[in-house]
């Protein structure tokens, strides 16, 4: 993939669906740039797309789909085993 066939991984609004794949966004290329750019922190990742989150949920229909699994839950950092 091109660098800026990787950019293009972008939502369209008000269909929150991405513009270079069509599939909902963020889309699997999407996520895995969102969590290079945000390696370091994936705080601030989070405190983004929470943000987005709230923006895409004024666009998109109640459809019963889980709208933080789809925007959020899919970045948290993974589980830490004891040991």
């Known amino acids: 993939m091109s660098r800026r066939a990787a950019r293009d991984h972008v ?3 008000p269909s929150w669906r991405c513009r270079a794949c069509g599939a909902p966004w963020p889309c699997q ?3 895995l740039r969102l969590l290079r750019a945000y390696a370091d922190d994936r705080l601030a990742l989070m405190a983004w797309l929470g943000v987005t989150m709230a923006e895409a949920v004024r666009d998109l229909p109640d459809d019963g789909t889980d709208v933080i ?3 959020v839950r899919w ?3 993974p ?3 004891p040991g």
Do not use: N
């Open 69 to 71: 699994e789809r925007f």
């Open 11 to 13: 939502a369209a609004r």
């Open 29 to 31: 290329p999407a996520k």
């Open 75 to 77: 970045a948290r950092p």
């Open 79 to 81: 589980r830490r085993h």
